[in-house]
């Protein structure tokens, strides 16, 4: 459902958004509900990215380091078995 909200610029900004408006045409509603979108948009995709981290970092196996899904003693048996038979990829993030 629309809603209607009322908006109160400074001087500054009053003075931009007129430029900016003579400079592309339209009118400031339909500039100012793009500019709100544009940052509600950016918003939830840093909250999301944010979250993508802490979930990584909760991943990581229990005395890893934050952020790491790998704790040393398992990168450590990985690093010696280079060029052995038993040679395997790495054991997750490290």
Do not use: K, N
């Amino acid at each position: 459902m629309p809603r209607t909200i009322q908006l109160v610029l400074d001087d500054d900004l009053s003075r931009r958004l007129e430029t900016r408006l003579a400079t592309d045409g339209g009118d400031a509603a339909a500039l100012l509900e793009r500019a709100l979108r544009h940052y509600l948009d950016a918003e939830d995709d840093r909250q999301a990215a944010r979250q993508a981290v802490i979930e990584a970092a909760g991943e990581g196996e229990f005395g890893a380091r934050p952020g790491l899904s790998a704790d040393h003693a398992r990168v450590r048996l990985w690093l010696l078995g280079w060029g052995g038979e038993d040679e395997s990829g790495p054991p997750g993030s490290c």
